[in-house]
């Protein structure tokens, strides 16, 4: 039982690049969540998704895509990769009323 | 969700009881008490849960108040690995629709010798 598995751990891209962030659970999980965690700051949601098939917009969600095509996976794509989007990205799922279960994250540099 | 209002740090001695508290004054019935911490660099980490008793597991006790309206996260025996972000975070807990969480700054807790 490997939990919320994210890759990569560390990414640096050039401004305008796209890039795909993975996020994988193995405990079937039904909702999944992407946050992002700029220095200094709480988490802010970007994207989550209830199950299968539904996404939804957070907080924070301009620059991003999500899909959820089956209920382990929960890529989140940057489109066109902007400094502001540097930070640390967590995925996150859950099942009914417990807590989350958080993936170690990725730190992303866009240059 | 209900707005929390958290202290934004705090001190406690190795081996003494942590005492977080957290203020949710506009918490509604149907919602839940949820208290996470976050250890530098990594991702948060669920740590328990509560409507309106008082709650224990193996990591720490949570203590709400009749009212509702606050709560008390309780560390038994703090060690220098406790040393993290404290988040106190109420909402509903919706099994069929959306469900997320909203983060504050939380509390920084600071277990020294």
């Not at chain 2, 406790?82 to 504050?104: E, M, P």
Request: charged content about 15%; proline content about 4%.
């Amino acid at each position: 039982n490997a939990g919320v598995t994210q890759t990569p751990k560390f990414q640096v891209l050039k401004t305008g690049q796209s890039m795909t962030l993975q996020c994988a659970q193995d405990m079937n999980h039904e909702y999944m969540s992407w946050y992002r965690q700029d220095p200094g700051m709480g988490l802010r949601l970007i994207h989550y998704s209830v199950g299968a098939g539904i996404t939804d917009q957070g907080e924070v969600p301009n620059g991003y895509n999500v899909s959820r095509s089956t209920t382990e996976d929960f890529p989140l794509r940057l489109l066109s990769a902007a400094p502001s989007q540097t930070s640390v990205y967590f995925c996150a799922s859950r099942q009914g009323i417990y807590g989350y279960t958080f993936g170690s994250g990725t730190r992303l540099t866009v240059v | 969700d209900a707005k929390t209002t958290q202290p934004p740090s705090m001190d406690c001695a190795e081996g003494r009881a942590a005492n977080l508290p957290c203020n949710h004054s506009t918490i509604s019935g149907n919602e839940y008490v949820y208290w996470y911490r976050q250890i530098h660099s990594q991702g948060p980490q669920y740590i328990i849960h509560g409507l309106k008793n008082n709650e224990t597991n193996e990591m720490a006790s949570l203590i709400i108040t009749e009212d509702r309206k606050s709560s008390t996260l309780i560390l038994p025996h703090a060690t220098l690995r406790d040393t993290a972000v404290y988040y106190c975070i109420v909402r509903v807990a919706r099994t069929g629709t959306a469900s997320k969480l909203t983060f504050g700054t939380g509390t920084r807790l600071q277990v020294t010798l």
